[in-house]
């Protein structure tokens, strides 16, 4: 209602390095990553998949309300929770950003994850 007619340049934001995106497509095995939500949804593991077994890459309690969802390109792990989205990502899946939206129950990523 009371927007200034005069515009001002925006603050610039610091640079966050989240570490490498995509530190999987580095690996000398070509593993796939995948995750696996159990004990009725407290725990949430992402895997290695490895020809003898899987390898554990990360493990949390709780990170997860429902469900996790993967970018296309595997760049980010979404979690879905009561107030909204969590995108993560990096080697130790670093919280990369937030969503706030109240019971949120879908999340689309556009194909090149822009």
């Known amino acids: 209602m009371s927007i200034s007619d005069e515009w001002e340049t925006p603050e610039k934001q610091p640079f966050k390095d989240f570490g490498n995106m ?10 796939d990553q995948y995750s696996v939500i159990y004990e009725s949804g407290e ?4 895997f290695n998949n490895d020809a003898k077994d899987p390898i554990v890459s ?8 429902t469900y996790v969802r993967w ?3 595997g760049t980010y792990l979404a979690t879905f929770h009561q ?3 969590a995108l993560w ?6 919280q990369i950003q ?12 556009s ?3 822009r």
Request: glycine share 8%; net charge positive.
């Open 22 to 31: 995509r530190h999987w497509m580095e690996d000398p095995d070509c593993r």
């Open 43 to 46: 725990r949430t593991a992402i």
């Open 58 to 65: 990360e493990e949390r309690a709780r990170w997860t309300e």
């Open 71 to 73: 970018s296309p390109k």
């Open 83 to 85: 107030r909204g989205i």
């Open 89 to 94: 990502g990096g080697e130790k899946f670093k």
């Open 98 to 109: 937030r969503f706030s939206h109240q019971g949120v129950s879908l999340i689309d990523f």
């Open 111 to 113: 194909p090149c994850e």
